[in-house]
């Protein structure tokens, strides 16, 4: 019903409320128009959209779409947020990650926005004698360290403590994670590592640096190796009760333990999803440490990182548009460090301009866009609400199916965890080869002659486990024969496109195919005719109507001209066309066979 205004005047009072029902029928009229005879609830699912984990998105909520009360901020269940202020004071933490130490790039970043470090060491990272030279000029009493040493952890902590000694830094300031994550480490490289001297080592920091946090629950790995949403939540559940008991076995009381872990998740480019997952992962910590007899200490600590599933290496500098609605998604959700994946980052090792570009996106969107100065700010939507309680479902089930068999230990080193990882990563791959989730300039909007982006080579990350997915890679495969063919011959394959009829009836199909063939890195050709063109096949581009009259005589003639296979751009059932792709159509398999006709391995 409509709610008067305090002085009792309202624009709306002269108009009903409208109702679900009156929408739906509103509904029904559109899409009877596009040919669609469906009515009521139908008519609703028509417009909706299937997400993974079993999820919809619906076109409209309402506020008869109930979920469970979010509480307030800084309480249980902490959906809203782990503190009462927020990030109102000073926005979100920004962590830059440093896999290596150029002279002067951590010092660059401490003095432009950047609040704390992330350093890969050990293997594949900053070595861990040198983190002394990596940390030189830092003071360590304002810049929190996070550490990812993997079997390094305690070499690099030792080390790290070294320098908080003989830089005379108060353990009360220290601030930081070591980042003992051994399950994490065992996801990444398939090697098992004793818990009993990371519990030692977690025991000193609880005793000693109150600031401090030993312990740290990764999802990336789960996520990179092309889990959803629902499983990147549950995995990292499962891990993370598996360090509760480990740490309470060890010596350690439930809140002690608790206050120990901090959670690292993805940030996508999906921005709702991201909100939804980092508000129902507080909200499933704090059932687990209810459960557990400690809910005042169930506040999660939340690391998110852009995610590296969504960078792209061809026209890299999309990544910036994606990294900055995953950074807002991520400040939004309610994330208390953000860390920024430079543009380059599938590349190679980021340059001082890509490094800047990632440390500004988090100062523009606190400083300039005050994002952080509104306490969750997509708490009360219908739609977010509903989300956030869906996932969380999805999430605990997916934790309670890893309980069930054993573990997250007992999952990693059964396969099961990987064979569900994989199935998931299979389905999305579906709509990735058929363009449903489109990758802009790589999938979508292709740049043949853009001119490649070269950086240093990053050290190998660990592997050996769980394998590491991106959603460019089998296209990526398709622009590397081109990229080889083009380094062999000079020039690159190429279609020819056969424009029937005046503009008006071919242009839609033309761009179309163009879009399509570039993906593959085809270069398409419309000067000329095909025996100009260089090419060996060609695809018939019209409308409909034209091609009824017009298809099988061009395709005789393009035939005849010596092309050797001819495509349509549409469908159809047309003699002399060998085949047809069209919105939908398998992109990957289709560009993948006209590589192989035209010889190009």
């Avoid at 008991?245 to 921005?271: H, I, K, M, N, S």
């Avoid at 080193?413 to 990758?439: C, V, Y």
Wanted: glycine content about 10%; aromatic content about 6%; some cysteine.
């Amino acid at each position: 019903m409509t709610v008067l205004p305090d002085d009792g005047l309202s624009l709306a009072a002269e108009f009903p409320d409208a109702t679900h029902e009156q929408w739906q029928r509103l509904v029904e009229g559109v899409l009877r128009k596009s040919g669609k005879e469906v009515s009521g609830e139908a008519a609703e699912d028509a417009l909706s959209t299937t997400l993974e984990d079993g999820l919809r998105t619906r076109p409209l909520y309402t506020a008869r779409d109930t979920a469970p009360d979010p509480g307030l901020p800084g309480f249980a269940p902490y959906v809203r947020g782990g503190r009462p202020e927020g990030g109102v004071t000073g926005g979100w933490d920004v962590r830059q990650r440093h896999a290596a130490a150029p002279d002067g790039a951590v010092l660059t970043d401490l003095e432009n926005g950047v609040t704390s470090l992330w350093l890969l060491v050990g293997r594949g990272g900053i070595p861990v004698p040198g983190l002394a030279r990596a940390l030189d000029g830092v003071y360590l009493d304002l810049a929190p360290v996070v550490l990812d040493a993997g079997r390094d952890t305690e070499a690099a902590a030792a080390e790290l403590f070294r320098l908080y000694d003989e830089k005379g830094v108060d353990p009360k300031a220290v601030r930081g994670n070591l980042g003992a994550d051994p399950l994490g480490y065992e996801a990444r490289t398939g090697e098992s590592l004793d818990f009993a001297a990371f519990a030692a080592l977690t025991r000193r920091v609880a005793e000693e640096f109150p600031g401090l946090r030993a312990v740290t629950v990764d999802a990336l790995p789960y996520h990179e190796a092309g889990g959803s949403a629902a499983q990147e939540l549950g995995a990292s559940l499962a891990t993370a009760v598996a360090y509760l008991r480990e740490l309470t076995e060890a010596g350690l009381g439930v809140e002690q333990a608790l206050g120990q872990l901090e959670f690292r998740y993805a940030a996508t480019a999906d921005q709702f999803l991201t909100i939804a997952k980092l508000r129902a992962a507080r909200r499933l910590w704090a059932r687990v440490a209810e459960v557990s007899g400690a809910a005042g200490a169930g506040a999660q600590v939340q690391h998110a990182v852009t995610s590296p599933v969504m960078m792209s290496r061809r026209d890299p500098w999309v990544n910036m548009l994606r990294t900055t609605i995953a950074t807002l998604a991520a400040g939004v959700g309610g994330a208390d460090s953000v860390t920024v994946l430079p543009f380059d980052h599938a590349i190679g090792l980021p340059d001082a301009f890509a490094r800047r570009i990632a440390r500004n996106t988090s100062t523009i969107l606190v400083e300039e866009s005050h994002l952080a100065r509104v306490i969750d700010p997509a708490g009360g939507s219908w739609y977010v609400e509903q989300l956030t309680d869906e996932l969380a479902h999805a999430g605990w089930e997916f934790f309670r199916t890893i309980e069930r068999d054993g573990g997250q230990a007992a999952v990693l080193r059964s396969g099961r965890l990987r064979t569900d990882l994989a199935t998931t990563w299979a389905a999305r791959s579906k709509k990735l080869a058929k363009r449903h989730e489109p990758i802009t300039g790589v999938s979508e909007f292709p740049l043949l002659a853009e001119k490649p982006v070269e950086r240093e080579p990053a050290p190998e990350p660990p592997s050996g486990g769980l394998p590491r997915v991106r959603r460019d890679e089998a296209y990526e495969e398709l622009r590397a024969r081109s990229d080889a063919h083009l380094a062999a011959t000079g020039s690159r394959p190429r279609i020819y496109l056969a424009r029937l009829g005046p503009a008006a009836a071919h242009t839609a199909r033309a761009a179309f195919a163009a879009n399509l063939f570039q993906a593959g890195g085809i270069e398409p050709v419309t000067e000329g005719g095909f025996e100009e063109s260089g090419a060996t096949e060609a695809v018939l581009c019209s409308s409909d109507a034209l091609y009824a009259e017009q298809a099988e005589q061009a395709a005789e003639s393009l035939k005849a001209a010596g092309a050797r296979h001819v495509a349509l751009a549409g469908r159809g059932g047309f003699a002399g066309v060998d085949s047809y792709v069209f919105a939908g159509c398998d992109a990957v398999a289709v560009l993948s066979e006209t590589l192989d006709r035209m010889g190009v391995s």
